[in-house]
Structures are given as structure tokens and as C-alpha cells.
T-cell receptor, first 113, second 112 residues
């Protein structure tokens, strides 16, 4: 069945260092969405990428969607303590019109001050 | 800013009991979802609901589970006879289209 894998599972960085998480799907996705979940919180939508090869930036965050629409990455430049949380990628399979999201396991980011 | 709300925030129940988890999606949204997250694990899809019927359900969503939208604002998830392995955080989500989904704060279900 459809699987979405994410690495690394955990990442500990010093404040100011960069951080990257990678997402890989077993099948082509219709789009890729990224969510952030703070400790004890709920997933909060960050961004959606739709086009093959698309790159989007939100301040210090850069999101990429692979050419084959099966992989994606999130890169944070110069992390801050407010970046702490678990970052999930998720996507519907290509052609889906029903909205079901397949989530990766998430990368839990810890930032040391 | 509109948000998805869920009640209760924490539900403790005995194995075999029925529970109903309640959600109020964002008012102009058309798609509704239930997900669950076992502690420390990924978010898992349970069911999606559109146009007053289930549009998709996962293999987790067996006949012990049901969903309802009884009155045009609430969206409920019922578990008929809870098992220990149903203990998890249950998130309701809603969306205008099948894109960005807005998640509620979750209900932590503990089955003893």
C-alpha cells in the first residue's frame, strides 16, 4: 500500500544551525503538504506544493517537490527555538479526489539555545 | 480566525464501552476528516466525509467505527466497543477543498 517515509526521525541542532527533513513516497502524489506539530499540539498546515520541481519559500523555510512528485524536502535556515516541533509531510495519491492524506512519520526537531 | 473545535479534550473509558467524539468543523468547509495519532507515531487517516456521506475510509475504520453529521454543524466519531488499542489522540479536520486541511486540537482517548 501507499507509504510515505521521512528521515531523519529526530534531529537535534544548535540554534542558528540549518535543518533539513526529507520525505519520500512509494507512489506519485497529487501534491505534497507540510504540517508542523508543536509538542502537545495538533498538526498545523504550513504549505502545499503541487507542481513537479516546485520550490516555495516562507521566510527561513524552503520547500521542494521532486520532479517525479514522489519526494520532497523542507529546509530551515538558521533555526530558532520557535522552530521546535515535529514536521510532517503528507499527500494524497495522484488522481485522488477524496482528500485522504498519507502522512510521513515526521521529523522531531529539537533546537538547543 | 475560524478554527475547528473538538470535545472533550480528554476521554477516559473502560474497554468495551461506547464513546462519541465531537467536532465542530469550520463553517464554510465541505470536507471533513477523522485522523488518529498513537503517542509518538504518525498521523493516520480514518475516514473522510463529503456531501453527507463517507467518501473514503481506511482499513482501521472497521464496523466498530461510525461517523455522523447530525445537524449541519457537528461531526461525530463513534466507537461502539472500545479496545485498548483504540487509545490515541483523535483529530478532526476540515477543508474547503481537498487541499489544505485544518486540524482541531484533538481528543485524547484513553481506554482502560
Amino acid at each position: 500500500g501507499q507509504q510515505v517515509m521521512q528521515i531523519p526521525q529526530y534531529q537535534h541542532v544548535q540554534e542558528g544551525e540549518d535543518f533539513t527533513t526529507y520525505c519520500n513516497s512509494s507512489t506519485t502524489l497529487s501534491n505534497i503538504q507540510w504540517y508542523k506539530q508543536r509538542p502537545g499540539g495538533h498538526p498545523v498546515f504550513l504549505i502545499q506544493l503541487v507542481k513537479s520541481g516546485e520550490v516555495k519559500k516562507q521566510k527561513r523555510l524552503t520547500f521542494q517537490f521532486g520532479e517525479a512528485k514522489k519526494n520532497s524536502s523542507l529546509h530551515i535556515t538558521a533555526t530558532q527555538t520557535t522552530d521546535v516541533g515535529t514536521y510532517f509531510c503528507a499527500g494524497p495519491v495522484r488522481g485522488s479526489t477524496l482528500g485522504r492524506l498519507y502522512f510521513g512519520r515526521g521529523t522531531q526537531l529539537t533546537v538547543w539555545p | 480566525e475560524p478554527e475547528v473545535t473538538q470535545t472533550p479534550s480528554h476521554q477516559v473509558t473502560q474497554m468495551g464501552q461506547e464513546v462519541i467524539l465531537r467536532c465542530v468543523p469550520i463553517s464554510n468547509h465541505l470536507y471533513f476528516y477523522w485522523y488518529r495519532q498513537i503517542l509518538g507515531q504518525k498521523v493516520e487517516f480514518l475516514v473522510s466525509f463529503y456531501n453527507n456521506e463517507i467518501s473514503e475510509k481506511s482499513e482501521i475504520f472497521d464496523d466498530q467505527f461510525s461517523v455522523e453529521r447530525p445537524d449541519g454543524s457537528n461531526f461525530t466519531l463513534k466507537i461502539r466497543s472500545t479496545k485498548l488499542e483504540d487509545s490515541a489522540m483523535y483529530f478532526c479536520a476540515s477543508s474547503v477543498s481537498i487541499d489544505e486541511q485544518f486540524f482541531g486540537p484533538g481528543t485524547r482517548l484513553t481506554v482502560l
